[in-house]
């Protein structure tokens, strides 16, 4: 029997798994009933108590957002008691370990997480001894983009060509060139992060621009959980405009804005225009519209340009003389691949046609597990 294998993604809002080994050949996507994946959060309760459990998250009285920012610091108190980052992470991944230990009918014998380069090696090798501390057994961790480039499949015709793998996160956005050999074989060539080029600041003026359109006054600049609360309700509105209400227009969405906005309704396609220039026109003009500071000098490109313009990714992007290789092929993963206004500001910038990843908010996580999977004996973990 094939060891078995947990990989885990962390992203700043979600938190996406997959398993193998034992008898499942290739990795199988995890996810909670109704959901693609578990949000990136720890939930506890009145008593302090850390809930683990999906079924109680609805009864937890502090829910601690973005808890890997808390990796290499001293316990600070949270709803009355010291804790740890080891303990948050055991807590926000229980789930997945639960559900791949389930599917798989077997314990787990190694538990794989991802990590981006953005990170220092002070948190890398902090989140290297959560994980330990979690794992049932063995333990390791994998770069972000190599486990991007596991998931990542030959082009079709095959091409000897890198693909351009884009990924839009919930903060920031990353670039990886992956080249794939015709068997499969896939390994990264190159990889930039933003760090601060994700979906959170391309919605932050749109919903500025939203509320000086209705006279209202926000907090702009000085409220992070407003403006948490803001861009989850705008998220939630893309992927369902409507909000289930069927006697809305279909060519709008419904926004359901924290205080003081409240609900709107607005234009669908207006706002993936508006995202799509967000991506693709210069950040300092963008953002000086809605009242927002101005970016550093020689730092207001677009978001696509600061990820693109560079030449490790356009040196690679075609192949004299292969009319197969004749533009960029180019790949979206991540949650927010399938998002309209994303499509279309890449294909505007790269001036060719678009794909997106099987499964694309999974591809980390499938990944990952896949080189758990068939590196197990070689990998260098964290044994207990």
Request: negative net charge; glycine residues 6%; charged residues 15%.
């Amino acid at each position: 029997m094939a060891k078995t294998v947990l990989a885990v993604d962390v992203g700043s809002a979600t938190i996406t798994a997959a398993c193998a080994g034992a008898d499942v050949s290739d990795p199988t996507i995890l996810s909670p009933h109704n959901q693609e994946w578990w949000p990136a959060a720890v939930y506890v309760g009145a008593d302090g108590t850390l809930l683990s459990d999906d079924v109680d998250h609805p009864t937890a009285e502090t829910v601690i957002t973005r808890f890997t920012r808390l990796l290499g610091r001293e316990a600070q108190v949270i709803a009355g008691s010291a804790r740890h980052a080891d303990s948050l992470v055991a807590a926000a991944l229980t789930p997945a370990l639960t559900a791949a230990t389930t599917h798989l009918r077997h314990n787990i014998d190694l538990v794989i997480a991802t990590y981006p380069s953005t990170w220092p090696t002070q948190i890398v090798e902090a989140y290297r001894f959560a994980i330990s501390q979690f794992a049932p057994a063995d333990s390791t961790l994998v770069p972000w983009s190599d486990a991007v480039a596991a998931s990542t499949l030959p082009p079709k015709p095959y091409v000897d060509c890198p693909i351009t793998s884009i990924d839009i996160g919930a903060r920031s956005s990353t670039v990886t060139m992956v080249r794939v050999s015709q068997s499969g074989h896939a390994r990264t060539e190159y990889s930039i992060t933003n760090p601060q080029g994700g979906w959170a600041q391309i919605v932050r003026p749109i919903i500025a621009r939203i509320a000086d359109q209705t006279g209202t006054e926000i907090p702009r600049l000085t409220s992070e959980t407003w403006w948490d609360q803001a861009i989850s309700a705008f998220s939630r509105a893309r992927q369902d405009p409507t909000g289930q209400r069927p006697n809305a227009d279909p060519d709008t969405m419904i926004i359901e804005f924290p205080a003081p906005l409240g609900a709107l309704t607005v234009d669908y396609d207006d706002i993936t225009e508006l995202i799509c220039l967000q991506m693709t026109d210069p950040q300092s003009e963008l953002m000086a519209d809605v009242g927002f500071p101005a970016p550093p000098e020689g730092q207001g490109a677009s978001l696509l340009s600061q990820l693109l313009d560079r030449g490790p990714v356009t040196g690679r992007w075609t192949v004299p003389g292969n009319p197969h290789a004749s533009r960029p092929i180019i790949e979206l993963t991540g949650g927010l691949a399938e998002e309209p206004g994303v499509q279309r500001a890449v294909r505007q910038k790269a001036e060719t046609s678009v794909m997106v990843a099987d499964t694309p908010v999974h591809a980390a996580a499938w990944g990952a597990a896949l080189i758990g999977v068939q590196s197990h004996s070689k990998l260098i973990g964290g044994r207990r």
